[in-house]
């Protein structure tokens, strides 16, 4: 099957500072990706959607500022959470889009970020 | 607004069946998911439904009703690895996936 991997799997850091998450997809091209959020005990929300070359698509509430999203190639997006404060630690998880369908995802195994 | 809706937790005992509901309301519809989702982990994909029925894939089977916006997931033969959230998302009418917040599946011996 489909592989997505994120790096790093785990991040600490101060807050002020600021945390780049890669999403790979490693063995099929992905145009659009897709950035998720999920809280303990809650849903997943989703933040943005990432196309390659273009601009991605911001979900109300998510500021763009903050969270910057660049897709730069068929296989990689990347998530980097700016100036990150205590409330943006979370589970970060990308998904990737299989190509020609819009009813396949695959998932990356997800980020922990914790910010102190 | 667009609305998922499944129970917080259920719990049953190892071998049983049991049967975790979802009813949604979204912009469009362009199938139903459910995944399992363990604690830390990213989910996973259990099934897809976007025409009324039951799709059966082992011990797990999946049933659709698009007039009802209802849905369920019945795990038969539970066994403790099966204790994980469960979570129904819906392919909305701009193929965003639209979550529920999960039911957490508590198996006990």
């Known amino acids: 099957g489909a592989v997505v991997s994120q790096h790093p799997s785990r991040v600490i850091c101060k807050s002020g500072t600021s945390v780049k998450i890669e999403c790979r997809s490693l063995d099929f091209q992905a145009t659009t990706m897709f950035w998720y959020r999920q809280f303990p005990k809650q849903s997943l929300m989703l933040m943005a959607t990432?196309?390659?070359?273009?601009?991605?698509?911001?979900e109300q509430g998510v500021e763009k500022d903050k969270f910057l999203i660049n897709h730069a190639s068929l296989t990689l997006s990347t998530l980097t959470v700016t100036s990150a404060h205590p409330e943006d630690s979370s589970f970060y998880i990308c998904?990737?889009?299989?190509?020609?369908?819009?009813?396949?995802?695959?998932f990356g195994p997800g980020t922990r970020l914790t910010v102190l | 607004g667009q609305n998922i809706d499944q129970p917080t937790e259920m719990t049953a005992t190892e071998g049983a069946i049991v049967q975790i509901n979802c009813t949604y309301q979204t912009s469009g519809f362009n199938g139903l998911f459910w995944y399992q989702q363990h604690a830390g982990e990213a989910p996973t994909f259990l099934s897809y439904?976007?025409l009324d029925g039951l799709e059966e894939k082992g011990r797990f089977s999946s049933f659709l009703s698009r007039s009802k916006g209802y849905s369920y997931l019945l795990l038969k033969e539970l066994q403790m690895k099966d204790s994980a959230s469960y979570l129904c998302a819906v392919l909305n009418s701009n193929y965003q996936l639209i979550w529920g917040a999960g039911t957490k599946l508590i198996i006990k011996p």
């Open positions: 439904n976007v």
């Open positions: 998904s990737a889009r299989w190509p020609d369908s819009y009813n396949e995802q695959f």
């Open positions: 990432s196309n390659e070359g273009s601009k991605a698509t911001y």
